[in-house]
Nanobody, 121 residues
Framework: QVQLVESGGGLVQAGGSLRLSCAAS????????MGWFRQAPGKGREFVAS????????TYADSVKGRFAIRADNAKNTVSLQMNSLKPEDTAVYYC??????????????WGQGTQVTVSS
């Protein structure tokens, strides 16, 4: 089984930065695609960013390209989401996600508990 534990959410002013972290454990982590989704109040859960099992390929939603960056650490046991130039529209609960596949799918099998990100204007 894959278990995900998130941290790093909080309150930040527009234009500021925040970094989320997701610690993963489980036998399949080293061969799993991982990434982030978010859900704003009254909206559905949407894709934000993903990274493949090797950490060499990344994908971003158009709304965050150029502002967010996803990375995996050297041990491949955590993934982070660096969020810069934050906007009030980025306010949402952010969820770490993973699949037992080389890349993250549109409907991940495993999810973290979610961490709140609030961007004030």
């Amino acid at each position: 089984q894959v278990q995900l534990v998130e941290s790093g959410g909080g309150l930040v002013q527009a234009g500021g930065s925040l970094r989320l972290s997701c610690a993963a454990s489980g036998r399949t982590f080293a061969s799993s695609g991982m990434g982030w989704f978010r859900q704003a109040p009254g909206k559905g859960r949407e894709f934000v960013a993903s990274i493949d099992w090797s950490g060499s390929h990344t994908t971003y939603a158009d709304s965050v390209k150029g502002r967010f960056a996803i990375r995996a650490d050297n041990a491949k046991n955590t993934v982070s989401l660096q969020m810069n130039s934050l906007k009030p529209e980025d306010t949402a609960v952010y969820y770490c996600a993973a699949d037992r596949l080389p890349t993250l799918t549109s409907r991940p099998e495993y999810w973290g508990q979610g961490t709140q990100v609030t961007v004030s204007s």
